[in-house]
């Protein structure tokens, strides 16, 4: 049905192709593997192909009332594999976007496929919930990780894998400082991830861990990391640059900038140009963030709020630019007077 373009092969010679809105997998060994997926979920002992596919609004219009599990099914049929034998992934991030990272030590390979968008459903374990299931709800991946390695894993390693991804992914989010749409905390993952993880179930390197104090471990975290940070650029721009922004930072502690303009008694368009400006420099990105550092601290009960609020002060004095240092002291005042 498409023309398939092979973007990249394993050691074990297991091929990445990239079609019109799936990314495919036919794996050339056995596998035995852990998934999320509704199609073949949990631990199976013979998987040979997963796909992570992008759903268009007509796909997902169709999916509202249809069954997730038969239209994995019928993907399959369209991609000409095997139900029986495959699992997939479902989200919103465009195929285009997907980021490939493999890593090696000696014998031990592997890689990570994923695919990112964290704009809109970003969340942080604990968060308030968006929705209750009840009978079996619709939701679809955003941050989607696929990982493959050429050794063999038991169940035990699988799950401890599992574990180590998750953690990975979270660290990626940490690292770019990803707010929480629900919260004032930083992201953990979306709401609607997706994950699967496959072993060579042919090797004769059978590894017992795949925490984070093995070899193995340190692979799949590194993949991951450099993956998913890679995937979210590409495919809604967030980027270690982009983050360093005043502004950006402390849109984690929203508030209604408005409502804030309405307060100035200057000329507000040379203050918001001037405010731009001043938001991308390095000294005001760092007070900043030591500031909003202090309404974490208060959050979590680690700090007194009137110790946190006066050196909040202090820190924002410090500042010299005029429209930051306005700025820093709104939000100071709303969030912990």
Avoid at 146 to 161: G, H, P, Y
Wanted: proline fraction near 1%; include cysteine; charged fraction near 20%.
């Amino acid at each position: 049905m498409y023309s398939n373009r092979l973007i990249f092969k394993t050691s074990n010679d297991d091929e990445i192709f990239y079609l019109k809105d799936t990314i495919l997998i036919n794996f050339t060994v056995n596998r035995n593997g852990i998934s999320t997926s509704q199609l073949n979920p949990g631990t199976n002992e013979l998987y040979k192909s997963v796909f992570n596919h992008h759903l268009s609004q007509e796909k997902i219009d169709y999916l509202e009332n249809h069954d997730v599990y038969e239209y994995l099914t019928n993907e399959c049929d369209l991609l000409g594999i095997d139900s029986k034998y495959s699992t997939g992934l479902i989200t919103l991030a465009e195929m285009k976007n997907v980021s490939i990272i493999n890593k090696r030590f000696k014998n031990i390979e592997v890689t990570a496929i994923v695919t990112a968008g964290v704009r809109t459903n970003a969340s942080r374990a604990g968060d308030p919930a968006s929705y209750w299931e009840h009978n079996g709800e619709f939701q679809f991946g955003t941050v989607n990780i696929i990982l493959l390695t050429n050794v063999k894993l038991e169940k035990s390693a699988l799950t401890e894998a599992f574990m180590t991804v998750t953690e990975a992914k979270t660290v990626a989010l940490n690292n770019l400082k990803i707010p929480s749409q629900y919260s004032n905390g930083y992201a953990t993952g979306t709401g609607t991830d997706g994950v699967a993880i496959f072993s060579n179930a042919e090797s004769d390197n059978i590894l017992t861990n795949a925490g984070k104090h093995s070899k193995l471990g340190e692979l799949i975290g590194k993949s991951v990391i450099e993956a998913v940070t890679e995937a979210i650029g590409k495919q809604v721009w967030l980027t270690s640059k982009s983050q360093s922004n005043v502004l950006i930072r402390l849109n984690r502690y929203k508030l209604d900038i408005n409502t804030f303009y309405d307060t100035l008694d200057c000329n507000k368009q040379e203050f918001i140009r001037q405010l731009q400006n001043d938001s991308k420099k390095q000294d005001n990105v760092a007070i900043a963030t030591s500031v909003l550092n202090l309404f974490d601290e208060v959050e979590n009960n680690l700090i007194q709020k009137q110790v946190a609020y006066d050196l909040a002060m202090e820190l924002k004095e410090k500042c010299n630019s005029y429209p930051i240092k306005k700025l820093l002291g709104y939000w100071i005042n709303y969030f912990i007077r």
